[in-house]
């Protein structure tokens, strides 16, 4: 897979961490240094951290669903996707009830916009991609992206909150798509 579409992986996986962040830049009085960096390492971790756990949970099955690999990713990617979709467009409230001030909801937040990445490390297990490159590159937007949010929802407030998950979901289906029709036809 190229650096390209790892990076559109990334960005499509951190968009939870975008809404997420900038739904906090909305709510916070002063922004401070410190509290960004602490989100956004968080944030970055925990991205790294999942779909690594994935890769090595996929390690296991590998053999035994070799067949039909580019499936799983398929239906995998599609499903993160269009969870992403469906939440931004039916259930925007979800993002409201958020606050990273305390540590236990920020490392709850962390986590539950990174399960996604879980899935996402499965999928790379199976097409036997290397998990290196993803998972640095992950963990590094996650980084930049809850930083970027974190700001832009300071200045902008809550008109684009609801866009990013659109986004992030669009780009995994399309990528989803992409890797069964590569698999199936033998396309790149």
């Given at each position: 897979?190229?650096?390209?579409?790892?990076?559109?992986?990334?960005?499509?996986?951190?968009?939870?961490?975008?809404?997420?962040?900038l739904?906090?830049?909305?709510?916070?009085?002063?922004?401070?240094?410190?509290?960004?960096?602490?989100?956004?390492?968080?944030?970055?971790?925990?991205?790294?951290?999942?779909?690594?756990?994935?890769?090595?949970?996929?390690?296991?099955?590998?053999p035994?669903?070799q067949?039909?690999?580019?499936?799983?990713?398929?239906?995998?990617?599609?499903?993160?996707?269009?969870?992403?979709?469906f939440?931004?467009?039916?259930?925007?409230?979800?993002?409201k009830?958020?606050?990273?001030?305390?540590?236990?909801?920020?490392?709850?937040?962390?986590?539950?916009?990174?399960?996604?990445?879980?899935?996402?490390?499965?999928?790379?297990?199976?097409?036997?991609?290397?998990?290196?490159?993803?998972?640095?590159?992950?963990?590094?937007?996650?980084?930049?992206?809850?930083?970027?949010?974190?700001?832009?929802?300071?200045?902008?407030?809550?008109?684009?909150?609801?866009?990013?998950?659109?986004?992030?979901?669009?780009?995994?289906?399309?990528?989803?798509?992409?890797?069964?029709?590569?698999?199936?036809?033998?396309?790149?």
């Amino acid at each position: 897979m190229d650096f390209w579409t790892l990076l559109l992986i990334a960005l499509g996986l951190t968009m939870d961490c975008f809404a997420v962040s900038l739904a906090e830049g909305v709510s916070l009085r002063e922004l401070r240094m410190r509290h960004a960096l602490l989100v956004g390492i968080t944030f970055g971790f925990m991205h790294a951290l999942m779909p690594t756990i994935g890769w090595f949970a996929g390690l296991g099955m590998r053999p035994y669903i070799q067949a039909f690999d580019h499936w799983i990713a398929f239906v995998l990617l599609t499903f993160v996707g269009g969870k992403m979709i469906f939440e931004s467009v039916w259930r925007p409230e979800a993002s409201k009830r958020r606050n990273t001030q305390e540590l236990v909801i920020l490392l709850t937040l962390a986590w539950a916009t990174s399960i996604d990445a879980l899935a996402v490390g499965l999928s790379f297990s199976f097409l036997r991609l290397q998990i290196v490159l993803p998972v640095i590159l992950i963990g590094l937007v996650a980084f930049c992206v809850s930083l970027l949010g974190l700001y832009a929802g300071k200045r902008l407030g809550p008109r684009f909150e609801r866009y990013a998950g659109l986004v992030g979901g669009s780009l995994l289906i399309g990528i989803g798509l992409r890797v069964l029709l590569e698999h199936t036809f033998g396309t790149s």
